[in-house]
C-alpha cells in the first residue's frame, strides 16, 4: 500500500524566507515545487534539499509580475503531476514609491506581485484543496501592513490586502479541512532590505528589532497549523501589535504625523 505524499509550492524559493520555507517543509517531508525568477538559485536548492530530505523538488522560474505565471505554474505543477497540499505566497519586493515614480508600468507590475498573483494562485490551488479536504495556505505579509505608515503608499498597504484576503479565506475554506494564514514579519535577515537599496536601514535599526528567517518561518507553519489567520512574528512584534489595533492609536500617529509636518 502506498503511502500518499504531500506537495507543497513556495513562491521566492531563490532566497531569504522562501528558501526557508522550503528547508523547513522539506523537512516535514513535503515534495516540493519552488518558483522565482533565479532558475540557478532554484536548482542548487533543489539538489541540497532531494540529498538531504529525499524529498521530490521541481523548479519552475518565472516572473510572478507577469499576469499568466500563476496559470503557467498550474500548468507546470499538473505537468509533474504534483497536487499542492501546502500553498506559500512568499514572493515579494519593496517597490517603488507610488508618488515619485511616475512610471505606472512600474507600479502595476508591483501590484501584480504582491497581490493579484496572490489572489489568482489562491483562486487556482485552492478550490482542489477543498475538494481533497485538506490544505495549508501562508501568505507572507508584513507588520507593514498592520498600520498605516507616512510615505509608504505602496507596500504596506499591499500586505494590508494580504492580511484581509488571508482572514476571509480562512473563514470560508475552513469547514472544507484548509487553513489560511498570514504571515506577518517584521525585520527579517534576509536579501530584501539590500534588493530594496535600503541598506541604511540595516543600520539604523536597533539590532533587537531583527528575526532570522528560521524563526519566522518556523513560527508561520506551526500558526497556520494552528488554525491562526493572522501570525505576528517575533516576540516584540508581538507585544507592540495589540497597540497598533487599538482604536485610539491611528488618530494619535495621524496626530504626531501632523505634529512633526508644523
Ligand atoms: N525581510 C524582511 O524584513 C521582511 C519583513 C516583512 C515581510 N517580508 C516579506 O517576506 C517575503 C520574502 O522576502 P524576503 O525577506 O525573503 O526577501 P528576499 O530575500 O529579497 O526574497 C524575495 C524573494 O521573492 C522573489 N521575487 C521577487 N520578485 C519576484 C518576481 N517578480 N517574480 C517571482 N519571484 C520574485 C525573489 O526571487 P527572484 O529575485 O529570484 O525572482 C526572492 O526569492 C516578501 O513578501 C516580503 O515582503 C520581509
Partial sequence: MSIERRSALVTGA?????????????????DLLLV????????SLAKVLTEENHVRVETFPVDLSLPDSPARILAYARECGLQIDFLVNNAGSAGKDLLQ???????????????????????????????????????????????????????????????????????????????ASALCPGFTNTEFHAVAGMLDKIERTPRFAWYEAEVVVREGIEAVEKGKSVMVSGRIYRWFDPFLQLPWFRPLIKRFVAYKRL
Fill in 101 to 179: 515614480e511616475r512610471s505606472w508600468s512600474e507600479h502595476a507590475k508591483h501590484l501584480e506581485l504582491m497581490m493579484i498573483s496572490v489572489a489568482q494562485m489562491c483562486h487556482l490551488f485552492v478550490p482542489s484543496m477543498c475538494d481533497r479536504g485538506y490544505g495549508r495556505v501562508i501568505n507572507v505579509a508584513s507588520v507593514a501592513g498592520r498600520i498605516p505608515r507616512l510615505n509608504d503608499l505602496n507596500y504596506g498597504p499591499s500586505k494590508a490586502y494580504l492580511i484581509a484576503l488571508s482572514e476571509a479565506l480562512d473563514m470560508t475554506v475552513r469547514s472544507s479541512g484548509v487553513r
Fill in 36 to 43: 522565482a525568477r533565479r532558475s540557478e538559485r532554484l536548482e
Fill in 14 to 30: 531563490s532566497s531569504g524566507l522562501g528558501v526557508e520555507f522550503a528547508k523547513q517543509l522539506a523537512q516535514r517531508g513535503f
